[in-house]
């Protein structure tokens, strides 16, 4: 048996291997993925057109005045993030052979690139200057007030922090005189069965939906979101269902994720390498993105929300 990987090039039957369930990944949810067959261009995006007063003093046989609708421009550059993993042919053996240990390198390297793809989109949410500090008592009352901000907007409300921070959030509420009571009856109920369902993580985000009425809650991994930078703070912004790829051409959206396609098909581009000189087989994955916020006006962001 050889306890080396292959040296073919690329490797698309690695590259397609689930790293993670998709929704532990909470990024390309909020800026949807472009697909780019070029690693740099123009973006022609849609923006919110100012409103217009309505005439009421049209002379006959002369038009209103038009109110010229153009898109905005910018570009993006998708840059190259790679990563390796190296195992040695001992490892090899102990993993079962060289098929398990071609998914375990492969899934190390992937899931380096997905993280920096993850912690880039994180930068460009929570890393905006906060319009808000946290304050349980008056959530409704800033909740709207960011709601008001994005409506104009497409697509659909979202709530976005780490984890941590979301626990905090609804906690400190639970514990609010004012806000509690009503609160914990959302995502408690009135009966022990009820209530032990509403003690789960996916209960308390359906009940802060609910409660701040939004249409949803989007908590990301801690390791990234809950980092020392953006701990405390969170989003509210209008997210792009991402179904269309060209949407931002014609509707004012929040931002894309421009992602360059190597061969047309698959972003992640897997290589993997015997090392005989070494003794070592490398595993090395590279990925090209550019998340881009086009309408940062469509994102609303608190902190404060302190331990």
């Known amino acids: ?61 002369t038009g209103p005045v038009a109110v010229q609708i153009a898109p905005s421009t910018t570009s993006f ?47 460009n949410i929570l890393g905006t200057a906060a319009s808000d500090t946290w304050d349980a008592a008056k959530v409704l009352v800033d909740t709207q007030t960011a709601l008001e901000s994005v409506r104009r907007y497409e697509g659909k409300t979202a709530l976005i922090a780490g984890t941590a921070t979301l626990k905090r959030m609804v906690q400190q509420m639970l514990g609010d005189d004012t806000v509690g009571p ?9 009966s ?18 609910m409660y701040l009425g939004i249409d949803m809650v989007l908590a990301g991994d ?17 997210i792009d269902d991402g179904m269309d790829e060209l949407s931002h051409k014609y ?6 994720t421009y992602m360059f396609l190597p061969d047309g098909v698959q972003p992640y581009s897997i290589q993997t390498v015997a090392d005989r000189v070494d003794m070592n087989s490398l595993y090395t994955c590279a990925i090209w993105f550019d998340a881009v916020i086009l309408n940062s006006d469509a994102l609303y962001v608190v902190d404060g929300v302190s331990a």
């Open 251 to 256: 509707k004012p959206v929040l931002g894309k």
């Open 222 to 238: 801690d390791a990234i979101w809950g980092t020392t930078t953006y701990d405390g703070h969170y989003a509210i912004a209008k």
């Open 77 to 123: 550059t998708a840059i190259e993030w790679i990563t390796r993993g190296g195992i040695v042919p001992d490892e090899v053996k102990a993993m079962g052979g060289i098929e398990k240990a071609d998914v375990v390198g492969a899934k190390y390297a992937k899931r380096n690139a997905m993280n920096a793809l993850e912690a880039d989109i994180c930068s």
């Open 1 to 61: 048996m050889d306890y080396y990987t292959q040296t073919d090039g690329e490797r698309p039957d690695l590259a397609v291997i689930e790293v993670n369930p998709p929704e532990n990944y909470i990024g390309t949810k909020i800026l949807p993925v472009a697909n780019v067959t070029v690693k740099t261009g123009a973006i022609y995006y849609a923006t919110v057109s100012a409103d217009a007063t309505a005439a009421t003093s049209r002379a006959a046989g």
């Open 182 to 190: 009503i609160f914990s009856r959302l995502i408690s109920g009135v």
């Open 192 to 209: 022990p069965l009820v209530a032990i369902q509403g003690m789960n993580f996916e209960s308390w985000k359906a009940g802060l939906a």
